[in-house]
């Protein structure tokens, strides 16, 4: 809380960015154990705080009477590109192999860590612990 949720958000995306990054230096290790564990560690931490921040702020989002509803919708529409673009995923793996997907899907974490900063920008108050909140009148 003390650090806001677009700045955990942005964290989450640099790290699983970066994780991609290691397991396209695993896929040039061969058969190294350790470093499996290490890599799917890290990946699991940072996939961890990814989620825990984008589940906050897609909960931010919803408006208190029908948030149920609009946190499905949105959580639906979030996995919605990535599972059908992962059918594809094998695909690329059998023409370039796994150090070049690797580093393919690191890359696609440049717009979105471009598009969180956008929405940090564009909705600060609202997402950030560390700017003032706004008075709720009951009526």
């Keep these: 809380m003390r650090l806001g949720v677009m700045r955990i958000l942005m964290l ?34 940072a996939s961890g705080i990814a989620s825990a921040a984008f589940i906050a702020y897609l909960s931010s989002l919803t408006n208190v009477n029908y948030s149920a509803t609009q946190y499905a919708l949105f959580s639906s529409m979030m996995l919605l590109a990535p599972k059908w673009l992962a059918g594809f995923s094998g695909v690329y793996v059998d023409a370039h192999g796994y150090e070049a997907f690797f580093n393919s899907t690191a890359l696609l974490g440049a717009p979105v860590l471009l598009l969180v900063w956008l929405a940090s920008r564009i909705l600060p108050a609202a997402h950030d612990t560390h700017a003032p909140e706004a008075t709720v009148t009951h009526e």
Excluded: Q
Excluded at 18 to 45: E, K, Q, Y
């Design 12 to 45: 989450g995306a640099v790290l699983s960015a970066m994780t991609n990054l290691l397991f396209a230096w695993l896929a040039t290790r061969g058969h190294d154990l350790t470093a499996l564990v290490w890599v799917i560690s890290a990946d699991n931490l």
